[in-house]
Each structure stands twice: as C-alpha cells, then as structure tokens.
C-alpha cells in the first residue's frame, strides 16, 4: 500500500512514512516500528495541513530547510505523547519525601547545593509533585540552595509546566493537605501554584538525544516512560549519560515498563521495581 490518501487528506506514501521514521530518529531518538505507519499519519497529517501543504513530501522537504526550522521542533512535538499526572507511581515520591529529601537536605544545611531533575516534564505534574514532596520533607528548601531542574523537548508543554496553572480536575490526584498549602485559586476553576514552592523548579527546553548544557549532578533523576520511544542502542546510550550526571548514592526513577542496563554497565543497581541506585 503506496498511497492511503483520503480525500481532501494531504498524500502520505511508505516513503513518507520511511523519511518520517528517519527524522524521528536523527532529531530525538524516537523510533517508529512499521506497525506506527497509520499513528505517524494521523501525528503528522495535521500539521503538514496547517503548514500549508498538499503532501508529506514537500512538507518534510520544507522543515529540512533552515526557514524550516521551528515546524520540525513543531513536528517532533506531534510525534511525541504527553500523558502524566500529579504523583504519578505513588511510591517514587513517598522514596523521595523519605530518603532522598532528608539526605539532600543535610547536604545544604551543611553548605551544599541540591538538585533534581525531571528529564520529561511534559506540562509540568510531575515536577510541581517532587517540588510538593520535597516542600513536605523540607519546608525551609526555598531559602537554601535547593533546585529541581524540569525538561522536556517540546517547548508549548514547557510553558504550560512552568506557568504552574491547573483545572480543578487534574488536581485531584494532589493530597488535599497540599492542596491547601500549595495552590490558590485561579481564574475561572483553575488552581496555580503558590508562595515559595514557585522558586524550586527552573523550566527549560532539553532535547534527551542532543547537548546537556548542565555541568553538575543530581541527588535524584525522574525519567519516566521517555525510553520505551527509543531503539535499543539510544536507550542504552541515555541510561548510561543519565548515570554520569547523578551523584554518587543518587537515585534514578524509571516507568514500569522500562528497564535500566546491568549494573556493570553503568553502575545503576536496582533497589525496587522501578528505582535505581548509583554505586557510591
């Protein structure tokens, strides 16, 4: 099957699809197995429409230009997934609030720095959960210097993520007690982010695959369902870099269904299905 053109629809041939795949892989990391043909259409179809093309082909020759540019980042976006929620895998954080907080906050009361990193921010719930955890193990970490930097490469869901702002709805899954201590409301059913916790996480757009212009290390990483989008040699890759940039007896947070390399690989020992732990 050459063409699954409906009418009205922009042409996408195997071809597309192929170039799509390659794409994906050379700007992010993603790979795409054959049975994604149909989900990369429906992705991608939408954008090549409002960008002003009759086919896949003379869009992706446009993003491939240097005027091109800002639809590829626009076109990576449509090809990744954004699914989270506040606290999502309940276990993480209550590992956080109880081993990982009281270790960092001995750190800097001593004169040290602390950081976390959330690798996969998406629009922001799962930084503002570890910014909440770690306001419950350390309420004074605003006036220290204490930072948790939140990533992801999609910059519209970096905005929304830095701009603190969420439906009643999505909050629901925060603790009623956090709730009140650290959201007002907002507009019209809205809640947003309040008081010091504001000043833990700094925003930034981060491409996984690309240059990581930070220099230091993390007493904890949260990369959660971000591998399962790779081939095995780029998840491999990831895993080890993600190791090189935590402290020593700093941990690693991963989906459920991913897995971490052996631990002579890269010096991660797992220490519970889904927590990893850096030789110290």
Not at 44 to 64: I, K, M, P
Request: proline share 5%; net charge neutral.
């Amino acid at each position: 099957m050459n063409d699954m053109r409906s009418a009205g629809e922009p042409d996408y041939t195997d071809a597309d699809f192929q170039r799509v795949r390659r794409i994906a892989q050379d700007e992010a990391g993603i790979y795409f197995p054959d049975t994604k043909r149909t989900l990369v259409y429906s992705r991608v179809s939408r954008r090549v429409r409002e960008a002003g093309h009759a086919s896949f082909h003379s869009y992706l020759d446009f993003v491939q230009t240097v005027g091109g540019r800002g639809e590829m980042e626009r076109l990576i976006c449509a090809l990744t997934t954004n699914v989270t929620n506040f606290f999502r895998e309940k276990t993480h954080f209550m590992h956080l609030e109880e081993i990982v907080v009281p270790k960092l906050a001995a750190q800097v009361r001593a004169g040290g720095r602390g950081r976390l990193w959330s690798a996969a921010c998406s629009t922001g719930q799962e930084p503002w959960s570890i910014a909440m955890s770690v306001m419950t193990a350390f309420p004074d970490a605003p006036a220290h210097d204490v930072r948790i930097l939140a990533t992801d490469i999609n910059a519209d869901v970096v905005a929304h993520a830095a701009a603190g702002i969420y439906p009643t709805v999505e909050a629901e899954a925060i603790p009623a007690e956090k709730k009140s201590q650290f959201m007002e409301p907002h507009g019209d059913g809205g809640l947003r982010f309040t008081g010091g916790i504001r000043n833990l996480p700094a925003f930034r757009v981060l491409n996984l695959n690309a240059n990581w212009p930070m220099k230091g290390t993390f007493s904890a990483i949260f990369c959660r369902n971000v591998v399962i989008y790779f081939d095995e040699a780029t998840r491999e890759r990831l895993w080890h870099r993600l190791a090189d940039r935590l402290d020593p007896g700093g941990f690693l947070c991963v989906g459920h269904s991913e897995r971490v390399a052996s631990k002579s690989q890269c010096g991660l020992e797992q220490i519970a299905p889904t927590i990893y732990r850096k030789e110290s």
